[in-house]
């Protein structure tokens, strides 16, 4: 005769093994979780997003995860902190002291409600910061962001916000720097007149000084060698040296005028035209007449 089971074993039985059943089914998706972690967190590396794929790395290198897998996301891991550029950020007021009260986003998204002084993380590329603080127009900085990059300092200057009606026009919609402001970013333009019309003075006193000497020494060769009666080709050439001589320093003394009225009125108003200038020298008999003409 068959032994009959008793009910109350069946539903013990099936009580167990469904009990050994739920953890190998919690298993089974914490590896499948891993596995889409690790996945993920190559992708982003790749695509040089590192922070999100940080945070992948870190998922699938829990306990939870196979021994294969977290071996490999520990090491993914270590070598994307590594990658991951920090900056430091700061930023001054118009009187050039440093203020704290600073918001900064990075391509639109919000990365500092406030400088503290610490270092933040981005991912690398070309990106975007902006500043912004009450009572301040906002700046716009346009980095490009290296991998491995750490505690690169990036500072921005905050001027005042621009008064109701005023022309934008700068950077950030800041107020338009004022005219003597603009007129004076490019002094070296201002000075090539006066350098120029200097270096023409220096030459022509140079050609003065080494005609005339060389004049004074054919004249006072031919007094004692055949004056009166010296050969008319001599004499000639004595007084082409004489001649030379004299428009050389009408040269040099007209730019040399030049030159200090160009340092003078450099500061002409913005959009004037430029300044420039023309020497005129004409030949007389036995000398020469310089005239400077010009418009500053």
């Known amino acids: 005769m068959t ?6 074993f069946l539903v013990a039985a099936a009580l167990s093994a469904a009990a050994c059943l739920q953890p190998a089914r919690a298993r089974a998706g914490d590896a499948e979780a891993c596995f889409t972690a690790s996945e993920e967190g190559q992708r ?15 998922a699938c290198g829990g306990a939870d995860c196979p021994d294969l897998v977290q071996s490999d996301c520990a090491g993914w891991l270590s070598d994307v902190t590594a990658r991951v550029p920090t900056l430091i950020l700061s930023a001054q007021d118009e009187q050039g002291h440093d203020v704290a ?10 990365l500092s409600a406030r400088l503290d002084g610490k270092a933040v993380e981005v991912d690398p590329g070309e990106r975007v910061l902006r500043f912004e603080r009450a009572g301040s127009a906002p700046v716009e900085l346009r980095l490009v962001v290296r991998e491995g990059e750490k505690l690169r300092r990036v500072s921005a200057r905050l001027g005042r916000t621009a008064a109701p009606g005023a022309s934008a026009g700068a950077p950030g919609g800041g107020a338009v720097p004022p005219r003597e402001d603009r007129a004076a970013s490019s002094p070296a333009s201002a000075l090539v007149l006066p350098i ?17 000497l060389s004049a004074r020494a054919d004249a006072d060769r031919l007094r004692a060698t ?8 001599d004499v000639d050439a004595v007084r082409a040296k004489i001649l030379g001589a004299n428009i050389a320093f009408g ?4 730019a040399l005028a030049g030159a200090v009225a160009a340092l003078v009125l450099r500061r002409a108003e913005p959009g004037a035209p430029a300044a420039t200038a ?19």
Do not use: K
């Open 3 to 8: 032994p009959r089971t008793s009910p109350r």
């Open 44 to 58: 982003l590396r790749d695509e040089g997003r590192l922070r999100e794929a940080r945070a992948r790395f870190i």
């Open 101 to 110: 009260d600073v918001r900064v986003t990075i391509d639109g998204a919000p």
């Open 196 to 212: 120029a019309l200097g270096g023409v003075a220096a030459g022509s006193g140079v050609a003065y000084a080494a005609l005339g």
């Open 226 to 233: 055949c004056a009166p009666r010296c050969a008319e080709a």
């Open 251 to 254: 040269v040099g003394v007209a």
């Open 278 to 296: 023309a020497v005129h020298v004409v030949p007389l008999r036995g000398g020469a007449a310089a005239a400077l003409g010009g418009r500053f």
